[in-house]
């Protein structure tokens, strides 16, 4: 059990807008049984030709890389390049029940999440399927901060970024229906001082509120997947199981222009089989394959740090120092308890988005347990359940920055990861001011029906794991709390970042026909959560 219980410590929380607009309600989203149209433009790519041409090929179908296609196709002719398969039909993947379990049965070679530890020992994890980490995550929706809109490093137009949000809303947001720890943590926020109370509301604003999730009233998930129902179906190909193994870059025939250029990439299937596809005039690569796979393949494919690259044996194309670089994660910490009544399981739907520097989010669940193989006083095996419940504060930002390196020139492999949590007193700073906050919810009276009563008539909560330490107003002790417990919300970006690996309109600098639409080109994380912000800059 208490191998079962570290494990759910770790994956817990995973990642991972108000108006009249948005199709919330279960009687607007019809429970769907039939397949999905995308998939008659889905194919295993051991199905595709040695060779093809199209306008854009698209690297990952992923949170950014299926909008991003759907809307290419309705002008130009589109491959999409997924390394992992098709999370329809399959009930962990499409269930909220499944979101453990899916993270936990992670593995190297096929599985859609694929785990990964970081330098700092903290396990990850990142989606490989179509719709991407969309597939795997939480589920929570969450439109950006207007901080981030003007730190990006990006030009907005802002009548198009309304517009693409809800392009996105339309099809796969829905409103939660809140129940018993949900409920009872939004209103300890509130008594906690965490206002004013914002409702149900897609965007972003201090104070807290219900965002909108991607599971829907039958707890199903949508992901950025249901998005290629937009596409226009004679222009687009998906092939899944397609392992991209570099981008092939040729002198360009520009006088004026960059001297290498995009022409294509080289793919295998799972068969081993190696395919061809060719960008036709004027059209280009774009990698949209995360903040790992995207600076891990420029690597791989020549475009890096000169004396790196060379140390790897891999032939430079173009000398690019910070492909890899400023790779960020908003480190995740909180505490989980057993509560005294039955909880029924929910994934985050409420945030307390605070003035301090740090987002407070909760989860519910029940767990099953095996009983032993021999038990003592049970004549049968029966399954045993246990019910937790987190509170968890993730920093804003956050300030510290790491790095990505290669571990091998297979591309199926995860490169090396450090994210330095916790290198800037600012980060530790907003942690102690959020795990301070989660210190507040504690105490509340609405988190009271959740504790246990103990020996000399009081109540106490029972947790799992570390607490809190007692002597809150200690900044010693809550920065080391901080350090101690440090996880992820699978919330990392950065790699490719604005200004040092792309310009202005997403082209790898010194580098034709070729961008990255993706997290990695972000310095700093859109909001509480970045799924909507990464699908909307896909539209």
């Given amino acids: 059990m208490a191998i079962c219980i570290r494990i759910f410590l770790q994956y817990l929380a995973f990642f991972t807008l108000s108006g009249t607009i948005f199709a919330f309600a279960s009687e607007q989203h019809p429970h769907q049984e039939s397949d999905p149209n995308y998939l008659k433009f889905v194919s295993n790519a051991s199905d595709f030709p040695s060779e093809d041409y199209y306008d854009y090929i698209i690297i990952g179908g992923g949170t950014a890389g299926c909008p991003l296609a759907a809307t290419l196709s309705h002008m130009f002719r589109v491959l999409v390049l997924e390394r992992g398969g098709i999370a329809y039909g399959k009930s962990n993947l499409m269930t909220q029940e499944g979101f453990l379990t899916t993270l936990m049965n992670s593995n190297a070679h096929d599985s859609p999440a694929q785990a990964f530890t970081s330098e700092d020992g903290v396990l990850n994890a990142r989606g490989r399927v179509l719709g991407g980490s969309s597939a795997i995550n939480a589920g929570f929706y969450s439109r950006a901060d207007e901080d981030f809109f003007k730190r990006s490093g990006l030009v907005w137009d802002r009548k198009t970024v309304n517009e693409s949000y809800e392009w996105v809303e339309r099809e796969i947001v829905f409103r939660p229906d809140l129940k018993t720890w949900q409920s009872a943590v939004r209103d300890a926020l509130l008594e906690a001082g965490v206002d004013p109370y914002n409702g149900f509301s897609l965007d972003h604003a201090l104070g807290t509120k219900i965002g909108g999730s991607t599971f829907d009233s039958y707890g199903r998930r949508h992901s950025a997947a249901d998005l290629l129902r937009y596409a226009r179906a004679r222009n687009i190909r998906v092939a899944v199981y397609a392992s991209v193994e570099r981008i092939l870059l040729a002198s360009s ?261 070729l961008r990255v639409v993706d997290g990695s080109v972000f310095a700093v994380s859109p909001g509480t959560n970045p799924q909507a912000t990464l699908m909307m800059l896909g539209r």
């Fill in 253 to 513: 025939a520009a006088y004026a222009g960059p001297r290498q250029s995009a022409i294509g990439v080289v793919y295998r299937d799972q068969m081993g089989k190696y395919h061809h596809a060719i960008v036709r005039e004027h059209g280009e690569v774009i990698l949209a394959a995360g903040a790992i796979g995207s600076p891990q393949l420029l690597l791989l494919s020549g475009i890096g740090p000169r004396p790196y690259l060379s140390s790897w044996g891999i032939p430079v194309v173009h000398h690019l120092p910070y492909v890899g670089q400023f790779l960020y994660d908003n480190p995740r910490n909180g505490i989980t308890i057993v509560p005294s009544i039955p909880l029924e399981h929910s994934l985050i739907q409420v945030v307390g988005i605070t003035d301090s520097g740090a987002y407070i989010e909760a989860a519910s669940n029940v767990i099953p347990f095996a009983s032993p193989a021999y038990p003592v006083f049970i004549r049968t095996p029966s399954p045993l359940y246990l019910t937790v419940a987190t509170l968890i504060e993730k920093i804003s930002g956050p300030v510290s920055s790491g790095f990505l390196r290669l571990a091998s020139t297979d591309v199926k492999l995860n490169p090396i990861v450090r994210f330095n949590y916790f290198n800037s007193p600012i980060d530790v700073e907003r942690c102690v001011n959020g795990t301070r906050k989660i210190g507040d919810l504690l105490r509340s009276r609405a988190l009271n029906d959740f504790k246990f009563r103990n020996w000399f008539g009081g109540r106490d909560f029972r947790f799992v794991g570390p607490a809190l330490p007692i002597d809150q107003s200690n900044y010693v002790e809550m920065a080391d709390f901080c350090r101690r417990t440090v996880s992820t919300l699978w919330h990392y970006h950065g790699g490719c970042v604005v200004g040092k690996v792309v310009d202005r309109d997403l082209r790898v600098i010194g580098i034709g026909s």
